[in-house]
């Protein structure tokens, strides 16, 4: 099976604009969580959607959203960017199944962006 | 508030040493403790994980310490290898991968 894919890989934003991020998740899988890592805060959960709809969320702002479709991809938007929105933000997917500790989250290699 | 206390952030092991990282954690509620490995470039990929119920867990070279009263967990690297320097996270959740709280890191270097 395919991995987690994350597109782009890399993006430069200036401030005040807004960014869309997408995430395929592993096949099969039907929810999809994305996280925002940075070198002070470490990894910190953002939201997570399943079955299209947000099913838990972190402490973020509102101009963090996000959505997911019908066949499991997942965007994150990010709108009026801030500097201290550079990070990697990560994608992680994993199945929905009876016991929740057999449900191991796999995770794309992220999207870089850097906000100038 | 880092609900995760992780240390040391980083670390400098080597070859054949034992790397040691500790993590302490506030949240009794946290009932499955995973710990993960992040190679530059890529995301994070899940190492070994344990349950409260446990107080160690060994898989190869890698051995998860728990120590439910004092709200402390560790992961020991035995042998370390240059192979093994990345950055590891700790991190607890609720109820298995449901929304994972994480450590702020440690990354961690082997010598030769």
């Known amino acids: 099976k395919a991995g987690v894919t994350q597109t782009p890989r890399y993006l430069i934003k200036t401030r005040g604009q807004q960014v869309t991020l997408s995430c395929s998740p592993i096949?099969?899988?039907?929810?999809v969580s994305w996280y925002q890592q940075t070198p002070g805060q470490g990894l910190q959960f953002l939201f997570e959607?399943?079955?299209?709809?947000?099913?838990n969320k972190g402490n973020f702002p509102g101009r963090f959203s996000g959505r997911q479709f019908s066949n499991s991809r997942s965007e994150m938007n990010v709108s009026t960017l801030e500097l201290g929105d550079s990070a990697l933000y990560l994608c992680?997917?994993?199945?929905?199944?009876?016991?929740?500790?057999?449900?191991?989250?796999?995770f794309g290699p992220g999207t870089r962006l850097t906000v100038l | 508030q880092q609900q995760v206390k992780q240390s040391p952030q980083s670390l400098i092991v080597q070859k054949g040493g034992i790397s040691i990282i500790n993590c302490a954690y506030e949240?009794?509620?946290?009932?499955?403790f995973p710990w993960y490995q992040q190679f530059p470039g890529k995301g994070p990929a899940l190492l070994i994980a344990?349950?409260?119920?446990?107080s160690e867990k060994k898989e190869g070279r890698f051995t998860i310490s728990f120590n439910k009263s004092a709200k402390q967990f560790s992961l020991h690297i035995m042998d370390s290898q240059p192979g093994d320097s990345a950055t590891y996270f700790c991190?607890?959740?609720?109820?298995?991968?449901?929304?994972?709280?994480f450590g702020i890191g440690t990354k961690l270097q082997v010598i030769p």
């Open positions: 949240n009794t509620a946290f009932d499955y």
């Open positions: 344990i349950r409260p119920d446990v």
């Open positions: 991190a607890a959740s609720i109820e298995g991968y449901q929304k994972v709280t």
């Open positions: 992680a997917s994993k199945e929905q199944g009876d016991d929740p500790y057999a449900n191991e989250q796999f």
């Open positions: 959607y399943f079955s299209e709809t947000q099913r």
């Open positions: 096949s099969g899988h039907r929810s």
